[in-house]
């Protein structure tokens, strides 16, 4: 009998049971549109939708730093849900994810559940971010996420997307 150990270290591909892709890039930078344009199946998980409120027929985002922590950890748990209980076959993360810490969980857990991980780096100018970015972060702001971006693990799939 082969355990699935003994499959691993053969190098047997085992079967993907969906795609978690991981979006990064500073405010501004294109991550939902790429998101909505691209995979408009997925479940996405966002730390920005924890500051929406459904007012009616439509949406207000009341940011408020002190609840950030909440709104990171109530992402991981939407994140999870979608991955564990609904084995959705698209999750993904849209956050800022500017250094490697921010995401790494996500692509651990996705990678141990058995999805295949990719990660998105959206490249576009701080100028042009922050004249763009709908929650009205300041380009001071913008820049320091720009600034503070760390490049992605060398053993991680990342895809660079420039002019969206």
């Known amino acids: 009998m082969v355990t699935s150990i003994q499959k691993e270290i053969s190098g047997e591909k085992k079967m993907s049971i969906g795609r978690v892709i991981v979006m990064r890039g500073i ?11 691209h995979h408009p199946e997925a479940v996405v998980c966002s730390a920005d939708d ?15 730093p002190a609840k950030l922590p909440d709104a990171h950890r109530w992402c991981m748990q939407k994140f999870l849900r979608a991955c564990t209980q609904d084995q ?8 800022t994810n500017t250094k490697i810490w ?3 969980g996500y692509v651990q857990v996705a990678g141990a559940l058995g999805y295949d991980v990719s990660i998105v780096r959206m490249d576009t100018p701080v ?14 702001a913008v820049q320091g996420m720009a ?18």
């Open 27 to 37: 405010s501004g930078s294109g991550k939902s549109f790429y998101t909505r344009k």
């Open 50 to 64: 924890y500051f929406t409120e459904v007012l009616g027929e439509g949406k207000e985002y009341r940011f408020d």
């Open 88 to 95: 959705a076959q698209v999750v993904v993360v849209d956050n």
């Open 102 to 104: 921010e995401f790494s």
């Open 127 to 140: 100028d042009v971010a922050s004249g763009r970015n709908t929650h009205g972060v300041p380009a001071k």
């Open 147 to 164: 600034d503070r971006f760390e490049k992605c693990l060398p053993w991680w799939r990342e895809t660079v997307v420039r002019g969206v």
